[in-house]
């Protein structure tokens, strides 16, 4: 099922990412590509399989539920365009 | 024709940890902003998340409170759930999806229609996200990310509930039940434990109807009065011939009404995926045996074994069992009990002492009377000493730290009057006295009575014994 340009739109919007028509339409082929690769994929039969989760076999780590980090404020907020009072300042969000 | 409310919760309980669901940085509630949110909180490139152990202890205990080993996943997988929002700084929220920790078990609710089994549909650990404010800069959002990363377990209902009365009893026994397994401190100010709630309406029977999703509910009185207004609102427009929006709404508590969130200009869409930096969680059948064993006695059993081994109704059971502290403060007092039943002490302690309690906005872990000091004093109710009422002064002076029952009796002395021979004389000084009340008594005017036994017990500073006191005036006007 190949994508159509208004779907790459939509998921580079998503994505938070700016393209160009130009872009879009590059991008079009090079997914529709991936999603003829994933079209093969999703015919084999899988009835019975475990879905897998995880590249590796691997357990989660947990540890112990301790205060390991010290206040890094000052340090993380020099970094940040705009800070004051202790709050990171973006442009105005209302829900 | 009538319409049905259907309605599903969906709760968020902070788990109280110490430390944050993936990284070290602390949990603890109003720090100044930003000093408790650590690399990894904050999303710097190349931090990874590392799980916390006692919070996926947390949510394997509820899950065995609610649902037994059949509720634990043995097998969860962590997922992002994608969204961009500045207080979210990984731009995806770490949660559960397809595999959660918990799935199913029931929570057991109380109305005055009866008992009700709610069917839970998951649980799942996630991490919160920082906090937004809008009103201290003119043309900014200030970001605090302290609360980003602090562990979460979002509860979801089936849609059980068919009213606003049920939905507030069961938010409130899941809120007793999170506090009584420890897992959550139950804070609805500091949001420690807030409600969405999923309503809609259809005809009995019928399929379910759209639903609106109601968010930001952090008290049992906003949870009722919101759900009251939304199925009033739906109803309306259904009976207008109209159709309802599946839509988010806020709950204005000022104007008491719910309102339509200003929607996206596209539908959330999360693309939820595994997350590739943390592995499958897996619970072994050791690791749980150790959490169940664990486990106090909860609520529901303790209230069955409260109408077998004491006698108790279900209400007075429910009752004492809305906290641990209360419940086992009962069973304290019973077992040091000599005289009184198991159903005077729950009366003492859901009437005068929960009231003695409220009064003084403590609990039970700072209240100074010791269960042992408590079945004393109702002891001395039981063998005649005291009447209930001076009894409920001693219970005063006993939590203000003047002694035990014995000690305030002698003090302020307190000793009920139970001679025969000196009631007599005081009744005799009383029935003298007030000739009036006599004579009205005896042509049949009962209030008189009352007014007479008044006199009695106020002649003796409240220490005649209530009980002789009617027999021998009574004797005493018939002879």
Redesign the interface.
Known sequence: MPLSLDEVRRIAQLARIGVSDAEARTVLVQLNDIFELIGRMQKVDTEGVEPMSHGQDLKLRLRDDAVTERDQREGFQSLAPQVEQGLYLVPKVIE | MNWEIVIGLETHAQLS???KMF????TAFGA????????VD?A?PGVLP???????ERAIRFGLAVGGENAINRRS??ARK?Y???DLPKGYQISQY??PIVKGGEIRILTKSGEKAVRLTRAHLEEDAGK???E??R???????NRAGVPLLEIVSEPDMRSAEEAVAYAKTLHSLVRWIGICDGNMQEGSFRCDANVSVRRPGGPLGTRAEIKNLNSFRFLEHAIEFEAKRQIDILDDGGKIVQETRLYDADRDETRA??TKE?AH?Y?YF?D?D?????VSEKWMGEIKAKLPELPEAKRKRYQIEYALSLYDASLLTDTREKAEYFELVCRSLEGPAPKTVANWITGELSALLNDRGIDFSQLLISGKAFAKLLDRIKDGTISANVAKEILHGMANGEGDADAIIAKRGLKQISDAGAIEKIVDQVIAANPKQVEDYRAGKEKAFNSLVGQVMKATQGKANPAQVNEILKRKLAG
């Open positions: 940890t110490q430390s990284s070290g940085a602390s100044a902003p930003n000093t408790q949110a650590s690399a904050i710097l590392v799980a916390n152990k006692d919070a996926v997988v962590f994608n961009f929002y500045p397809e595999l937004s404010l809008h201290a800069f043309d900014s959002s200030g970001i605090d990310l969130m200003r596209e869409d693309r595994p590739p943390l592995s499958p969680l897996e």
